[in-house]
C-alpha cells in the first residue's frame, strides 16, 4: 500500500514536470517557436512598425533602414532565379552574380518605399498556409491609419531545405500585387527584344538614380 500510495502522490507532479521539460524543448527547437515562419513575419512587422513610429529620423533615413530589413530577411538568389524565370539560363555566371547584386539593391528600395507609403497603427498576423515546394505563406493585415485594411502577404522559404536553414522572405504580395510577378513581368519583356547586358545595364541606372 505505501507503494501504491507513494507512486499515486508523485504521478502528478511527475507529469507537471515532463509537461514543463516538453514545452521548453519545444520552444528551444528551430522552426515551432521563435524561428517559424510566422514568428519571423512578426519579427520583421514589429521592426518595420518601430521604424515608422519613429520621429527622430528624416523619410530617406527610415527608409534605408527598412531596406536594411529587407537585406537581412529576404533570401535574394531565390528570387533572382523566380524573376527571370527561363531566362536564367541565358546569364552567364558573372552576369547571374551581378544581376542578384543589383537586383537586391532594387527590390529593397521598391519594398521600402511601398511600406513607407502607410501610416500603420497596427499590424495583424491573419493566419498562414502552406505552398508547393514546402513554402509557406503568411498572412498580415493593417489595422488603423490610411491603410487600414491593406493585406500584406510574405511568402517563406528555408534557405537549406535539406538542413532545415532559417526561413526567408521570397516574395511580398502587397495589396494582392506580388513584386516577384511584378517584376517578372517587367523583366521578361526587357529581355524579350533584348539582352542580359540590356537588363543589367537597366538596372544599374535605376540604382545610380534616386529612389523608387
Do not use: C
Not at 524565370?85 to 539593391?105: D, L, M, T
Not at 505552398?131 to 489595422?143: A, K, N
Amino acid at each position: 500500500m505505501t507503494s501504491t500510495t507513494s507512486k499515486t502522490t508523485r504521478s502528478p507532479w511527475l507529469l507537471r514536470s515532463a509537461a514543463a521539460l516538453l514545452g521548453a524543448a519545444l520552444l528551444a527547437t528551430p522552426g515551432l517557436a521563435e524561428d517559424s515562419p510566422d514568428a519571423i513575419v512578426r519579427k520583421t512587422v514589429d521592426r518595420v512598425l518601430e521604424i515608422l513610429a519613429s520621429k527622430d529620423e528624416s523619410e530617406d533615413q527610415r527608409r534605408h533602414r527598412i531596406e536594411e530589413i529587407a537585406y537581412d530577411r529576404f533570401d535574394f538568389a531565390t528570387i533572382s532565379q523566380l524573376v527571370l524565370a527561363r531566362h536564367w539560363s541565358r546569364f552567364s555566371p558573372e552576369q547571374r552574380q551581378e544581376f542578384v547584386e543589383q537586383f537586391k539593391i532594387q527590390l529593397s528600395k521598391n519594398y521600402g518605399t511601398r511600406i513607407m507609403r502607410y501610416n500603420q497603427q497596427r499590424v495583424e498576423i491573419v493566419g498562414q498556409r502552406v505552398e508547393p515546394r514546402g513554402d509557406v505563406t503568411v498572412g498580415t493585415r493593417i489595422e488603423g491609419g490610411s491603410a487600414d485594411g491593406v493585406e500584406v502577404d510574405y511568402r517563406l522559404r528555408r534557405l537549406d531545405q535539406e538542413k532545415d536553414g532559417p526561413w526567408m522572405v521570397i516574395d511580398v504580395i502587397i495589396e494582392g500585387v506580388s513584386l516577384v510577378s511584378n517584376y517578372r513581368s517587367q523583366f521578361s519583356e526587357i529581355l524579350g527584344r533584348g539582352s542580359p547586358d540590356d537588363l543589367l545595364r537597366q538596372l544599374r541606372e535605376k540604382n545610380a538614380a534616386s529612389p523608387a
